[in-house]
T-cell receptor, first 111, second 115 residues
Framework: GQNIDQPTEMTATEGAIVQINCTYQ??????LFWYQQHAGEAPTFLSY????GLEEKGRFSSFLSRSKGYSYLLLKELQMKDSASYLC????????????FGGGTRLMVKP | EAGVAQSPRYKIIEKRQSVAFWCNPI?????LYWYQQILGQGPKLLIQ????????DSQLPKDRFSAERLKGVDSTLKIQPAKLEDSAVYLC?????????????FGSGTRLTVV
């Protein structure tokens, strides 16, 4: 089975940097995803890591350590519009390759 | 490309009633998923289809939930009879292949309220 943990809520200031952590325990691993979900909307894809290391995409970066079962999402130069839930999801190596989601981290950006 | 279409957007029903949700995935996407997202939680997989075949439905409460994907395109998810704890957003997602590096594309979801 899969167990994915991330903090429930975080608060940060506009213009600052915030790091959202995710730890996972899985029976198989075939990639880790981060999604952004604004209130009342569908999740949208942010990043994908399958190898160890840092993937940078504009203001957002995602890091993976497979040996530690650990990932983080780094948001730089925070903007008010970044207030949302951030979902960590792990893809197993079973036949379906489906994603298992964590509970999400609700980020509130304050002026 | 057009996104994943879902309808209805909202639905309110009384407990013990029946309800059905519809999903039209992105054209050409072979894999389709139904997720249940209870308020304040992450999405939980209910069922995965590959074309018109079921890949995984281990978390689908089969005594009341059913889903089908006829002709390997559109899909419907049905709840009969509904319970109060079924109140949630039902998200449909699709992907070109199950091991895509881009994950899924989600629809806007159907928000179900059971009263």
């Amino acid at each position: 089975g899969q167990n994915i943990d991330q903090p429930t809520e975080m608060t940060a200031t506009e213009g600052a940097i915030v790091q959202i952590n995710c730890t996972y325990q899985t029976s198989g691993f075939n990639g880790l995803f981060w999604y952004q979900q604004h209130a009342g909307e569908a999740p949208t894809f942010l990043s994908y890591n399958v190898l160890d290391g840092l993937e940078e995409k504009g203001r957002f970066s995602s890091f993976l350590s497979r040996s530690k079962g650990y990932s983080y999402l780094l948001l730089k130069e925070l903007q008010m519009k970044d207030s949302a839930s951030y979902l960590c999801a792990v893809r197993g190596s079973n036949a379906g390759n489906m994603l298992t989601f964590g509970g999400g981290t609700r980020l509130m950006v304050k002026p | 490309e057009a996104g994943v279409a879902q309808s209805p957007r909202y639905k309110i029903i009384e407990k013990r009633q029946s309800v059905a949700f519809w999903c039209n995935p992105i054209s050409g996407h072979a894999t389709l998923y139904w997720y249940q997202q209870i308020l304040g939680q992450g999405p939980k997989l209910l069922i995965q289809f590959q074309n018109n075949g079921v890949v995984d439905d281990s978390q689908l409460p089969k005594d009341r939930f059913s889903a089908e994907r006829l002709k390997g395109v559109d899909s419907t998810l049905k709840i009969q009879p509904a319970k109060l704890e079924d109140s949630a957003v039902y998200l449909c997602a699709s992907s070109l292949e199950s091991a895509s590096g881009y994950g899924y594309t989600f629809g806007s979801g159907t928000r179900l309220t059971v009263v």
